[in-house]
């Protein structure tokens, strides 16, 4: 289930250098979208992200539609996360900088919210319960980096497949929990790429998701549901694991070079 600590090391992310902040970034695609009237990004049909109630001369815009362009972030802050874009909003959440792993933590940004001076990005929280979302001001973001691709994971035809621009890229069978330790259904994002340092059972490399096992919370992290390989690939395709996603060793392979953090997870 869970990348149990001291197996795996992060790769490293080229995209560090100095750039605008995210609430100049927003800024800027805020203005374009007041200009032409509609949002920055269209959200994805059927995503079930919700828009919070405007005030007067509030400007929403959407920064991720889950498919072809999705918005995540670096925390810059340990914020609370607010239910609503207000910091007198009750708070779901706080940001952290570690993943459970001790890695870099990112968050995907869906939406901003600004009204006057302030700007407020909502973004998806990893860990229980699947789903949540909520409210950071701007300034406790970094640099806005945007991913083209997503990943669909399908539990009833046992296949994964990664989008590029709407096509294809990558497919391969996949092993998903069993009946009784189901993978989760919903919206994801990948979180960490990991390799592995020593050991054949997850295989040579793992990804970490912010999909939360509906079980099993007592494993390391929590639950974290990974996309790793594996010492019995005769069982994939099927339904063996205890709720993370398994790829032949080729398979996460062939994968690892086309996927990066911060790309939307589907699973259904």
């Avoid at 400007?59 to 207000?86: C, D, G, H, I």
């Avoid at 997503?150 to 035809?157: D, F, G, S």
């Avoid at 919206?187 to 490399?205: D, I, M, Q, S, W």
Wanted: proline share 9%; net charge positive; glycine share 10%.
């Amino acid at each position: 289930m869970a990348l149990p600590l001291g197996l795996w090391h992060v790769r490293p992310n080229a995209r560090t250098a100095a750039r605008p902040t995210v609430a100049r970034r927003i800024a800027t695609m805020l203005a374009c979208a007041c200009c032409v009237g509609v949002a920055a990004v269209a959200p994805a049909e059927g995503s079930g992200l919700p828009i919070p109630n405007s005030s007067a001369g509030a400007v929403v815009a959407a920064l991720s539609n889950l498919k072809t362009a999705s918005s995540w972030a670096y925390p810059q802050a340990a914020a609370a996360v607010r239910e609503r874009p207000s910091a007198r909003s009750p708070a779901v959440a706080q940001l952290h900088f570690l993943t459970a792993d001790g890695q870099a933590e990112v968050y995907l940004a869906l939406r901003s919210y600004a009204l006057g001076a302030d700007t407020w990005i909502q973004v998806s929280i990893p860990g229980r319960p699947n789903g949540l979302t909520g409210w950071v001001p701007a300034s406790a973001l970094g640099e806005l980096h945007v991913a083209h691709e997503y990943l669909r994971v399908n539990r009833e035809t046992l296949r994964a497949a990664l989008y590029r621009e709407g096509r294809a890229i990558w497919s391969a069978p996949v092993g998903v929990g069993r009946p009784t330790l189901p993978t989760p259904a919903g919206h994801f994002y990948l979180t960490e790429k990991l390799v592995a340092l020593g050991g054949r059972f997850y295989g040579p490399y793992a990804l970490g998701t912010s999909a939360y096992a509906p079980t099993l919370g007592d494993w390391p992290g929590g639950g974290i549901v990974g996309i790793h390989g594996t010492d019995q690939p005769q069982l994939i395709p099927g339904r063996p694991s205890h709720g993370c996603i398994r790829l032949r060793n080729a398979d996460i392979a062939r994968l690892w070079p086309l996927i990066d953090v911060g790309t939307p997870i589907e699973i259904v």
